[in-house]
């Protein structure tokens, strides 16, 4: 079996396996008790043929090394790694909630939309202080669980993610693994990247909270490359009656095709700033 199939109460590492959370390209997760703690844990498995390929597992322990710089309450912690019987694994915090997709298809409440954002710049702000780029932020990876009378967020899967600065290449050329919907200018044209494309694709999620759909829907990839590129940044309050004018700034301001514009024709409100932090609260 090329992928990993591990059954209810089998041992894997020493964590006895509970269920399995989700299925990846790349890997399977499983819901895992800890093996001296009273504790579960998300397990995340390489499938095993992938295992013989460099690049990959290189991604994969990238993923474990960069997320254990991170010490942050929005972020989700790391907590080992090893190689077990031909399967490189990874033990995370697990989180008892869902993401922030399944709001896809539906207006989210603008004050909760604005919080759940709000929430996850945070835990970019400081992993950008330590000079860690996310690459991949979408509501996928932000994770939701029940707080005191609000959602508690947590930003996940540093998978492609990298240290600032950082000239090892771990993706084949060709290959493109952030997703399209929400991904910045810089990445879809082979710029250089940096803390201002989590920006633009935090802006891409809010849009998305807000509206219940990506900021440029297509039927194919390439469209939605082209979008990205060259269209004019969409208004949540063309979609969604009743949303604040302040919120299509801040979501302009974001998804500023250039990080750098400094057109006369570009109101300042809606340039990228040399730093990400959004102010979305009013």
């Not at 095993?48 to 990238?62: G, I, N, T």
């Not at 004050?111 to 992993?127: M, N, S």
């Not at 508690?152 to 997703?179: C, S, Y």
């Not at 829907?217 to 979609?239: E, F, Y």
Request: hydrophobic letters at 40%; proline letters at 6%; aromatic letters at 6%.
């Amino acid at each position: 079996m090329h992928g990993v199939d591990l059954v209810a109460g089998a041992v894997f590492a020493g964590y006895r396996i509970e269920r399995v959370l989700g299925r990846g390209g790349m890997g399977t997760v499983y819901l895992a008790a800890h093996p001296r703690l009273p504790r579960r844990v998300a397990l995340k498995l390489l499938n095993r043929d992938l295992y013989s390929d460099q690049e990959v597992r290189a991604r994969f322990e990238r993923e474990a090394d960069v997320s254990a710089r991170l010490d942050h309450p929005g972020i989700v912690s790391v907590l080992d790694r090893g190689v077990e019987n031909g399967l490189m694994w990874i033990s995370m915090q697990y989180v008892d909630g869902t993401d922030a997709s399944v709001f896809r298809g539906r207006p989210l409440d603008p004050a909760r939309a604005v919080d759940i954002i709000a929430q996850t710049a945070e835990a970019l702000d400081y992993a950008h202080e330590r000079d860690v780029l996310h690459r991949d932020v979408k509501p996928a990876n932000i994770l939701l669980s029940a707080g005191r009378g609000r959602d508690r967020v947590l930003l996940t899967d540093f998978g492609i993610a990298r240290l600032r600065g950082d000239a090892r290449q771990l993706t084949r050329t060709g290959d493109f693994l952030a997703t399209l919907a929400y991904a910045s200018p810089e990445q879809l044209s082979g710029a250089t990247v940096d803390h201002r494309s989590d920006q633009y694709s935090l802006g891409c999620s809010l849009y998305t909270l807000l509206t219940g759909e990506s900021p440029f829907p297509a039927d194919n990839p390439g469209a939605v490359v082209a979008a990205h590129l060259t269209k004019p940044v969409p208004r949540a309050s063309d979609q969604v009656s009743g949303l604040a004018p302040g919120l299509d700034a801040v979501i302009g301001r974001a998804m500023a095709k250039d990080p750098a514009e400094d057109s006369a024709a570009v109101p300042n409100s809606v340039r990228r700033r040399p730093r990400h932090r959004l102010s979305l609260r009013r």
